[in-house]
């Protein structure tokens, strides 16, 4: 009988992958449903772009983005996708915290864009090896290289 992937996996390298999974997929569910929410153009939605001073118009652009994000971070491959589909939610998510605090709004309005930040640095933190792009490099620190396998896909 041939081993499949998963039983050949250390439980180290199990574990590293449910670190990487269950925050993506936490994350991934919030941005799926705040982009569906985005694309109804509830009255719930469009009330609340105004209030923060944007336009109906940028719920349908953000939840279309939030939805292509997702599919970009669970799709296989896909390496350098995945990196701008990580620095847009950063974006977004930091954008929106600040929009809720300019507009006063109290802490039950901002704290969803912190979770769902904190879920999204997680996961970018956590993500493997071959869902890594390049090298990173910190002054002083020793260099994480991605397999050339994982470079090449990006």
């Known amino acids: 009988m041939v081993a499949t992937r998963a039983e050949r996996q250390s439980p180290a390298m199990k574990l590293r992958n449910l670190d990487y999974w269950i925050p993506t997929a936490i994350f991934s569910l919030g941005m799926v449903g705040g982009g569906l929410a985005n694309l109804s153009q509830s009255p719930e939605v469009v009330a609340n772009l105004g209030r923060l001073g944007y336009p109906p118009l940028l719920g349908?652009?953000?939840?279309?983005?939030k939805l292509a994000g997702v599919v970009a971070l669970l799709a296989p491959g896909l390496v350098r996708l995945k990196e701008w589909a990580y620095a847009g939610y950063f974006f977004l998510l930091t954008g929106a915290?600040?929009?809720h605090v300019a507009a006063d709004d109290p802490a039950?309005?901002?704290?969803p864009s912190v979770v769902l930040l904190t879920f999204l640095l997680i996961s970018w933190a956590r993500r493997p090896a071959q869902r890594v792009l390049g090298e990173l490099k910190l002054p002083g620190t020793a260099t994480h290289s991605a397999p050339a396998t994982a470079r090449a896909a990006g």
């Open 60 to 65: 349908s652009i953000l939840g279309a983005w």
């Open 97 to 99: 915290f600040v929009s």
């Open 108 to 111: 039950g309005q901002t704290m």
